[in-house]
């Protein structure tokens, strides 16, 4: 199901969706693609009782957030997110990929996401709706924006969908997967 919401607030829309992920104490969080100066809501995930992992491709990130050693942060695992069948990870209660299945192709974002649903409870998505051109950030490649995600290619795949209007440029999708026979909001 995909919702079309008015308001932007990307905060609100994951209480909203997935009030659970902000408030329902501890639980163990695999959070892909960080970066020291970036890891948008991590801390509110801390604040809930989530003890978080981080996996992150580039290797400088991955050395800036084990020396940053943020409170929040139990391990930092360098590996590519599409490759993560291939570790040898704990199930978690939750993936949350924030702003990163549009850096790569669409082809490995939905490839990418069902792997996710195999290690994981609840898999929270968030990337920009449609045409968001980035090249690469820092030096970093893997920052370049690879497709431009539509909110119908995440419901195909089996999630649920919420849909912010653009806040300057571009929108925000906003998608969810629960295991049903697990998490329950």
């Known amino acids: 199901m995909i919702r079309y919401c008015d308001n932007s607030d990307r905060a609100m829309s994951l209480r909203r969706c997935v009030p659970e992920l902000l408030t329902a104490?501890?639980?163990?969080?695999?959070y892909v693609g960080a970066r020291a100066s970036r890891t948008e809501f991590a801390a509110e995930l801390a604040a809930a009782g989530a003890v978080i992992d981080v996996l992150e491709v580039w290797e400088q990130n991955v050395n800036d957030l084990r020396a940053a050693a943020p409170p929040w942060l139990r391990h930092v695992f360098h590996h590519d997110v599409r490759n993560v069948d291939l570790l040898p990870l704990p199930h978690y209660d939750v993936v949350f990929w924030w702003h990163g299945p549009?850096?790569?192709?669409?082809?490995?974002?939905q490839r990418t996401a069902m792997k996710l649903r195999r290690i994981a409870d609840l898999v929270v998505l968030g990337c920009p709706w449609g045409d968001y051109p980035q090249g690469a950030l820092g030096g970093n490649p893997f920052e370049v924006h690879r497709w431009a995600p539509e909110p119908e290619e995440f419901e195909a795949l089996g999630f649920d969908v919420e849909v912010l209007p653009p806040k300057?440029?571009?929108g925000n999708i906003l998608s969810w997967w629960r295991n049903p026979r697990s998490i329950q909001p």
Not at 25 to 30: K, Y
Not at 102 to 109: F, I, K, P, S
């Open 25 to 30: 104490g501890e639980r163990s969080v695999l």
């Open 102 to 109: 549009e850096h790569v192709t669409r082809l490995e974002a």
């Open 168 to 170: 300057g440029r571009g």
